[in-house]
């Protein structure tokens, strides 16, 4: 069984600046979760993808966008970044059952974004 | 006030100790209760996952939720340095996908 699998690793950009960060679902489950973890908090939902559309986001503004793809990777976009935006991006892939919902997430080992 | 309140530590244990993590909340809706354990620059892996009131072991590990608390906690047994982590705890309404944590309790077990 493969697990969740994030790239790149860390990331430095500028503010002002876009990024893209991936994540591939871990085998057998159909979505994604991304969450912000910021320096010493916990993470928050950013918004979670399934069937190739969002669905459900947190507080969040437009600049932070995402896409799902028919493999259920994911990619989550971050556009005119911000000091603020530095933090750990976790990506988490789950099982949604039609009859039960969402099963447990399970985390990749994240991207770390520095903007300067 | 936020919805789920977990005190940051750091919390020092010898090794062999009996460990004892908390989180409280004030949401009464929500129905699954996570703890995840991650550490320094990884991302969280789960450790335990209970839905509703109830007590859940696996190893070590042991879970209980109180509901008419607002209360869980994850118990560790005989502690060891590898335990050494920050511990996250996370919750979610029955049929939603969105997961709120805590700010997470630092660790540390020492030899």
């Known amino acids: 069984e493969t697990g969740v699998t994030q790239s790149p690793t860390h990331l430095i950009k500028t503010r002002g600046q876009q990024v893209t960060l991936r994540c591939s679902s871990q085998?057998?489950?159909?979505?994604v979760s991304w969450y912000q973890q910021a320096l010493g908090q916990g993470p928050q939902f950013i918004f979670q993808?399934?069937?190739?559309?969002?669905?459900g986001r947190g507080n969040f503004p437009p600049r932070f966008s995402g896409l799902q793809f028919p493999n259920y990777s994911s990619e989550l976009n971050v556009n005119a970044l911000e000091l603020d935006d530095s933090a750990l991006y976790l990506c988490?892939?789950?099982?949604?059952?039609?009859?039960?919902?969402?099963?447990?997430?399970?985390f990749g080992p994240g991207t770390r974004l520095t903007v300067l | 006030q936020k919805e789920v309140e977990q005190d940051p530590g750091p919390l020092s244990v010898p090794e062999g100790a009996i460990v004892s993590l908390n989180c409280t909340y004030s949401?009464?809706?929500?129905?699954?209760f996570m703890w995840y354990r991650q550490y320094s620059r990884k991302g969280p892996e789960l450790l335990m996952y209970?839905?509703?009131?109830g007590n859940k072991e696996d190893g070590r590990f042991t879970a209980q939720v109180d509901k008419s608390s607002k209360y869980i906690s994850l118990f560790i047994r005989d502690s060891q340095p590898s335990d050494s982590a920050t511990y996250l705890c996370?919750?979610?309404?029955?049929?939603?996908?969105?997961?709120?944590f805590g700010t997470g309790t630092r660790l540390k077990v020492l030899a």
């Open positions: 996370a919750m979610s309404e029955s049929g939603t996908y969105k997961y709120i």
């Open positions: 993808y399934y069937r190739e559309e969002e669905n």
């Open positions: 209970t839905y509703s009131s």
């Open positions: 085998s057998g489950h159909n979505t």
């Open positions: 988490a892939s789950s099982l949604y059952r039609l009859a039960g919902g969402t099963d447990t997430q399970y």
């Open positions: 949401n009464s809706a929500f129905q699954y």
